[in-house]
């Protein structure tokens, strides 16, 4: 393994688990997008979704685990039926609730409840916009997407969103290709000044995420012969002081179905959290305590997340 082989070279190790504190649930491959960079090949015609029921376990997990964060993702989360009777139920089980959305599904026919709802539930919205250029979205993530987008955030503006105090509304930027984000402060810097000047847009902040080199972002770099030119631009641009801050120190992923991952790219890699006999885990047998100081699994994808100035969830980790 490359990361084996850095971790040994630069005599550093790999975290460990901390104190949970955020509990990702993907909500299923349904999507009514089809992006290049998607991670879990998400799109209209994927037919894994969680179930009332599996929501349900998540619920009871709550109930009994102070948990502080519950970040809803997918897909697009929205799209799964279970997605409003676990959100309202969470609403009073922990401290804040984020939905990761990609914009365009708030025009979708039907889904013109959204805004009302993301304010019912005090949603902290991380919402996709992987460029401020129509030319780039676009390409990215499908034509007329850019321009969908942009009347999206428009109405979470009209609603209150990144405009209010308590109702943040944070935008999230992906490379177009085989190179790493630029520095995020710069980037929200531009983000701000080109969306504010053209569309009126206002946001809270910019969150930069570096592309995994897996599933469909993997073989579109495959395709193009960019493949292991984007894995040694990872190697060598290996930063060990990210280390400490990777998110799945204090983060697990809920699948579709329950089972239990280190993060959503392990899900996409069906590498599942074993207890000490080799079995999955799951949102019923979970005991978060059992967790502090375990070793979290690394593979090569996971040299996106310690690269440059670091990749989470939550943008750069430097």
């Known amino acids: 393994m490359v990361l084996e082989n850095i971790l040994k070279k630069e005599t550093v190790l790999w975290p460990r688990r901390e ?9 299923g491959r349904l999507c009514n997008m089809a992006c290049n960079h998607c991670h879990i090949d998400a799109g209209p015609a994927a037919g894994e979704v969680m179930s009332h029921e599996t929501a349900n376990r998540v619920i009871r997990f709550l ?36 939905v990761r959305c990609n914009l ?28 401020y250029s129509r030319e780039n979205v676009d390409r990215q993530r499908g034509k007329g997407t850019f321009g969908k987008s942009i009347r999206a ?4 503006n009209k609603s209150g969103f990144g405009k209010k105090n308590n109702m943040k509304l944070d935008l999230v930027y992906n490379p177009g290709g085989a190179f790493l984000p630029g520095n995020q ?66 983060l697990i992923s809920v699948g579709w179905d329950g089972l239990i991952y280190d993060c959503d790219f ?13 079995i999955a885990f799951n949102i019923d047998n979970l005991n978060p305590d059992e967790l502090v100081d375990r070793e979290i699994q690394c593979r090569d994808h996971c040299l996106a997340c310690v690269a440059g100035e670091g990749s989470s969830c939550g943008g750069s980790l430097l």
């Open 19 to 27: 104190q949970l504190e955020t509990l990702q649930v993907n909500m």
């Open 63 to 98: 109930l009994k685990c102070h948990i502080r964060t519950l970040d809803l993702t997918g897909g697009a989360p929205e799209m799964a039926p279970s997605f409003k009777s676990l959100a309202l139920a969470a609403k009073n089980l922990v401290e804040e609730i984020i």
């Open 104 to 131: 365009t599904i708030i025009l979708e026919e039907g889904m013109e409840w959204l805004p009302e709802f993301y304010k019912r539930i005090d949603a902290h919205i991380i919402a996709s916009l992987p460029c």
């Open 153 to 156: 955030l428009q109405i979470l």
């Open 185 to 250: 402060r710069s980037l929200e810097k531009d983000y701000k000044k080109v969306l504010g000047e053209e569309y009126g847009i206002t946001f809270n902040d910019l969150f930069t995420i570096t592309n995994i080199p897996i599933n469909r972002f993997g073989s579109e770099l495959k395709k193009n012969g960019n493949y292991n030119k984007y894995v040694s631009i990872l190697e060598t641009r290996f930063n060990p002081l990210a280390l400490d801050k990777i998110m799945c120190r204090t």
């Open 266 to 278: 392990h899900h996409a890699m069906n590498m599942p959290l074993t207890n000490r006999n080799g």
